[in-house]
């Protein structure tokens, strides 16, 4: 695969960013691309390893050297091929990846591993440019009908996999755009919505039929699903977790998801009443993950006085881990572009206190330094350090801490299980509820996870209500070791 010396020879060469400057003033996406010459010679450092462990780092299994093979030789329709036989939405995964792939790249374990991530999206850009991807309408129809409930990564590619199988497919959302998080949750500057319009209209070519501002369980009867010979419920990890502490009613302590979501939405022209902004406000974000570097982002876009970030684990190293060896996902310090933009990082930091004036509203934050105790056998245990009380100016306070779990109105309404972490349950590998038509998949019946592994389950999923429906089934699926075993 590649070129044998390739990686010898060339250095590993990523993306960059317009300057700082310029991208903070729009909500557009600002990396500058490669040459078409460079990302040859990416696909070239593919080492033609023995055993090619990116497939294993790879929810999806994706046949990763062999695309980067046709990239090295030129052959980008066949790479394309290649990469959309296990992948239904490179675009969004070229984009939003965290790339498990890469931390399991073998050249890694010697130097810089191959960008699999963006030659998986100029592929993909170049796929769409040439017009290579088109609509894939079954040939012929079973009869059998599937309502797949939710409009994410997972909803989506369960829908596209059984309209391709030939069954009639209708997706409900909720919100007044596809797309689930994809649509409002990723700030435009990551993803601008027009590549999710640009694959939607290939899935309404195909024949799926696409329902909004439909709440399944509110505004729509839960007993019109039973129409359906299937359901499939990718509704999401969608319940925000919050903190146990005093003052979090405060006027100016907002979730997330809600401060990005208004956001989007006004980028698009869509009213949104009493919009919470960061413009010339102290910010303080809460948690360090994707989405607090989003809220970071976003912020200093509205034009923040200042922003800080607090999280409440110890600052990972600059590099790999011992405790995380290769091939496995990685501690390491993550820097995103949005850190690049403008923030203080604070880690091992603990909120104590939202403090208000008297109409209510936050004016500051209390906080204290912790360490964590790590006893064998129990868990950790968040120790306080004594004499680190501090008071930080605020006027708002954006909670990114994640979701605990999906809401609970659908399970109870169609009397599905769920687990101790209130996730759906249902078998991996089976996805089918304790209702036999029912299936679910993705981050309903996972928790918060990637994006690839939302599209990896909605096909996986797909596969099995194909079986439900038929007793068989030709749709791809994966073996015990993530190979591809069947194409469709």
């Not at 797909?462 to 075993?485: C, E, N, W």
Request: net charge negative; with cysteine.
């Amino acid at each position: 695969m590649g070129k044998v010396t390739g990686f010898k020879e060339f250095e590993r060469q990523d993306e960059t960013y317009k300057p700082v400057d310029e991208r903070v003033k729009h909500y557009k996406e600002f990396t500058v691309a490669l040459s078409e010459e460079d990302i040859t010679k990416q696909g070239s450092r593919c080492m033609d390893c023995g055993i090619p462990f990116c497939h294993s780092g790879c929810p999806l299994g994706n046949l990763i050297p062999d695309f980067n093979h046709m990239v090295h030789q030129g052959e980008w329709q066949k790479a394309s091929w290649i990469l959309h036989s296990t992948n239904n939405f490179p675009e969004f995964t070229g984009r939003l990846c965290p790339a498990p792939c890469e931390k399991a790249c073998v050249l890694g374990i010697i130097e810089d591993p191959i960008s699999i991530e963006n030659i998986e999206k100029n592929i993909v850009e170049r796929a769409f440019k040439e017009g290579w991807i088109k609509p894939q309408p079954p040939k012929t129809r079973t009869g059998k009908t599937v309502a797949v409930v939710g409009s994410g990564p997972a909803g989506l590619a369960t829908a596209q996999q059984l309209n391709r199988a030939g069954h009639t497919v209708t997706v409900f959302e909720r919100d007044d755009e596809i797309g689930g998080l994809l649509r409002y949750g990723i700030p435009n500057f990551k993803m601008e919505k027009e590549i999710i319009d640009r694959r939607l209209a290939i899935l309404k070519a195909e024949g799926i039929t696409f329902k909004t501002n439909v709440h399944v369980g509110v505004n729509y009867d839960t007993d019109a699903l039973k129409a359906f010979d299937a359901v499939v419920l990718c509704g999401g990890a969608t319940q925000r977790r919050s903190l146990p502490t005093p003052g979090i009613d405060a006027d100016g302590v907002v979730q997330a998801m809600d401060f990005l979501t208004q956001q989007t939405k006004v980028v698009f022209g869509k009213n949104v009443e009493n919009q919470v902004l960061a413009t010339g406000k102290d910010v303080i974000v809460i948690g360090g993950g994707d989405t607090g570097s989003d809220c970071i982002g976003t912020s200093n876009r509205q034009g923040a006085k200042s922003v800080t970030n607090f999280e409440i684990m110890p600052k990972p190293p600059g590099h790999r881990s011992p405790t995380t060896p290769w091939p496995f996902w990685p501690l390491q310090l993550k820097t995103s572009s949005s850190h690049q933009e403008g923030v203080e990082r604070n880690w091992l930091i603990n909120t104590k206190e939202f403090v208000t004036d008297e109409n209510g509203k936050l004016t500051a934050l209390k906080t204290v330094n912790v360490e964590w105790k790590m006893v064998p056998g129990q868990r950790p245990q968040l120790i306080e350090v004594e004499g680190t009380e501090k008071t930080w100016p605020c006027d708002l306070a954006l909670l990114a801490l994640g979701f605990t779990g999906p809401e609970a109105t659908l399970a109870e309404k169609l009397g599905i299980e769920t687990d101790a972490r209130s996730n759906y349950k249902a078998e991996y590998g089976k996805y089918q509820t304790n209702i036999p038509n029912i299936f679910t998949a993705g981050d309903m019946r996972r928790g918060q996870s990637l994006i690839v592994w939302a599209i990896s389950e909605g096909r996986e999923a797909a596969r099995q209500v194909d079986i439900y429906l038929m007793g068989k089934s030709d749709l791809p699926t994966k073996d015990a070791t993530g190979d591809l075993v069947a194409l469709h």
